[in-house]
């Protein structure tokens, strides 16, 4: 849905202009530096996505940092799902943490679940009718 705002991407740039080598942007220390976040003095790159996401009563949107989807599995983060948003996102910090990883970023999990408050079209039909 967004893009990482990160060095690399600039570094890419500079290998499609023949600046430097993809090996040397591959290789490169600070390639995954963040360059643009909140908390930044000056925002220098928004992400939108211009596409809606059609979402479903009950259906749930991650939002994390790198920090958790480059130290889980698809299918860690699948298998700490539950009932509770917070608790889900709880147990998946608590993963992360547990995975103790050599340069583990900080991570941050929110979770949303939109819940479709409008009664569906089949419970209304019979108070438009008089039932």
């Keep these: ?19 430097i080598t993809k090996a040397e942007a591959d290789n490169h220390p600070e390639r995954n530096s963040l360059t643009s976040y909140l908390g930044l003095h000056e925002i220098t790159e928004i992400d939108q996505n211009v596409r809606p996401l ?7 949107v991650i939002l994390c940092s790198d920090g958790l989807y480059r ?10 799902y539950n009932e509770s948003p917070q608790l889900t996102a709880e147990m998946q910090v608590e993963l992360t943490l ?3 990883l050599d340069n583990q970023d900080n991570v941050s999990v929110v979770i949303v679940e939109y819940l479709d408050k409008k009664p569906s079209i089949l419970k209304r039909i019979p108070k438009w009718f008089g039932f």
Excluded at 54 to 60: G, Y
């Design 1 to 19: 849905m967004t893009t990482d705002h990160i060095y690399k991407r600039k570094l890419l740039r500079d290998v499609a202009d023949d600046k």
């Design 54 to 60: 059609a979402l479903c009563n009950k259906d749930r």
């Design 71 to 80: 130290s889980l599995t698809e299918d860690d983060i699948i298998n700490t």
């Design 98 to 100: 547990q995975r103790d």
